[in-house]
T-cell receptor
């Protein structure tokens, strides 16, 4: 069965510093991977996805993610964090048998001024 | 607004009462999903529709839960005889499913509190 793991419950970073939110995956076959962001009491917003092609995927709000097949990782990155990036981030994988998205447990990003 | 719309946004009910949530997907999307999210957790899949056909139901969806999408447009999720454990955010998402895309577009959610 497909799954993703987000090993960090919370990531703290100072504004202006680079940030990384980690995600590892377990799939049979080629992975279809996604990142979503959730602000308090809001729904999930799509950030970016990896389907095929370049290992570095660029998304919304200056975020990017690096697909690494040998490490089965899909870490979310941003070169310079903003206080407004503080939110809950979810990694997800598409289940190849049923097409639904399976989400990780989430990582809370806190960016300090 | 052409996004996914969910109503009501908040519902407080007493244990044992029935509640119904509505989801209006993006108009051209043929797939509609329901997820449940409890505090501090990731969304958990409940069920999904392709047009009006319900293609999969999670084992999380007990007999007290029923979802419909009668005309392949909006969907309803009904919870009968609510229990305190049903308290959660219920998220609806839609997609125009294509093997090369696949992202879901989420609504703002319906938060249920069972007293």
């Amino acid at each position: 069965a497909q799954s993703v793991a987000q090993p960090e419950d919370q990531v703290n970073v100072a504004e202006g510093n680079p940030l990384t939110v980690k995600c590892t995956y377990s799939v049979s076959g080629n992975p279809y991977l996604f990142w979503y962001v959730q602000y308090p009491n809001r729904g999930l917003q799509f950030l970016l996805k990896y389907i095929t092609g370049d290992n570095l995927v660029k998304g919304s709000y200056g975020f990017e993610a690096e697909f690494n097949k040998s490490q089965t990782s899909f870490h979310l990155k941003k070169p310079s964090a903003l206080v407004s990036d503080s939110a809950l981030y979810f990694c997800a994988v598409r289940d190849i048998d049923t097409d639904k998205l399976i989400f990780g447990t989430g990582t809370r990003l806190q960016v300090f001024p | 607004d052409t996004g996914v719309s969910q109503n009501p946004r908040h519902k407080i009910t007493k244990r044992g009462q029935n509640v119904t949530f509505r989801c209006d997907p993006i108009s051209e999307h043929n797939r509609l999903y329901w997820y449940r999210q409890t505090l501090g957790q990731g969304p958990e899949f409940l069920t999904y529709f392709q047009n009006e056909a319900q293609l999969e139901k999670s084992r999380l969806l007990s007999d007290r839960f029923s979802a419909e999408r009668p005309k392949g447009s909006f969907s309803t999720l009904e919870i009968q005889r609510t229990e305190q454990g049903d308290s959660a955010m219920y998220l609806c998402a839609s997609s125009a499913w294509d093997r090369d895309t696949g992202e879901l577009f989420f609504g703002e959610g319906s938060r249920l509190t069972v007293l």
